[in-house]
């Protein structure tokens, strides 16, 4: 077993351990965060059967995209903050979109989808514990914007997606977490015809409790490539 199979099985075991414990059986989504890994990772990953990949710098992922084309079932997420130019990249490249945080990137994405692909799968960025230097719709303001982006084509609503600010403490770990899985009831109470089914919240040091709160795709990354190289410049 290689090294990677092993941190993937770990995760797995303790992904599926957190679910079993609160009742929720198979309700949980591991999303391999593969920034600044190679591709040669993300193909040995695939291997073990990993399908669902997160990426968070749009030109690093496009040519990780374009060079994996042959992997059978694989599946993209783009992760990162995302500047209105570079809509089109992920548009063109990506089946899911977690991060947006403004109602205009979701009308750029609209527009730039290719007729021939898919809706765009998307979540809204929440900033759910008012850091001031985090982006996000604030909670109040996220009912609002799904009323006009599901009026839109080439997208589709799916959920939220929150990155709290760190803590050690289990307890305060659960606050945020909770408050999401109540906002995404509230959406899914305001819209039943909507397919709101995800809550993308969790890495790696607070995934337990954010399974136990509700996440649907937890993101994870250092805990299955190891550490991740900073050393050149990302776009």
């Not at 130019?85 to 548009?91: E, P």
């Not at 109040?140 to 599901?150: D, T, W």
């Not at 939220?160 to 770990?173: F, G, H, K, T, V």
């Not at 899985?181 to 995934?207: F, H, I, R, V, Y």
């Amino acid at each position: 077993m290689t090294s990677i199979q092993k941190r993937f099985q770990d995760t797995l075991n303790s992904i599926h351990t957190a679910a079993e414990n609160c009742g929720r059986h198979g309700e949980v989504k591991l999303l391999a965060v593969s920034k600044t890994k190679p591709s040669e990772m993300i193909r040995e990953a695939w291997q073990c059967g990993q399908r669902d990949f997160g990426e968070n710098y749009v030109q690093e992922g496009v040519n990780k995209v374009n060079e994996l084309k042959d992997l059978e079932g694989i599946v993209w997420h783009f992760i990162g903050p995302l500047q209105s130019n570079k809509t089109r990249l992920v548009t063109e490249h990506f089946d899911w979109m977690h991060s947006v945080d403004r109602v205009k990137i979701a009308h750029r994405l609209s527009d730039q989808r290719p007729a021939d692909m898919a809706p765009l799968q998307i979540c809204l960025q929440v900033n759910i514990d008012s850091q001031p230097t985090k982006s996000g719709f604030k909670p109040e303001e996220v009912s609002k914007a799904v009323e006009e982006i599901i009026k839109i084509p080439g997208v589709e609503v799916r959920g939220l997606m929150a990155i709290p600010a760190p803590s050690e403490d289990l307890e305060e770990q659960r606050k945020p977490f909770k408050a999401m899985k109540a906002l995404l009831t509230q959406l899914q109470t305001e819209n039943p015809q909507l397919k709101l089914d995800t809550l993308s919240m969790g890495m790696t040091g607070d995934m337990i409790a954010a399974i136990e709160e509700g996440a649907t795709i937890v993101r994870i990354g250092t805990a299955l490539f190891g550490a991740r190289d900073y050393s050149q410049p990302r776009k």
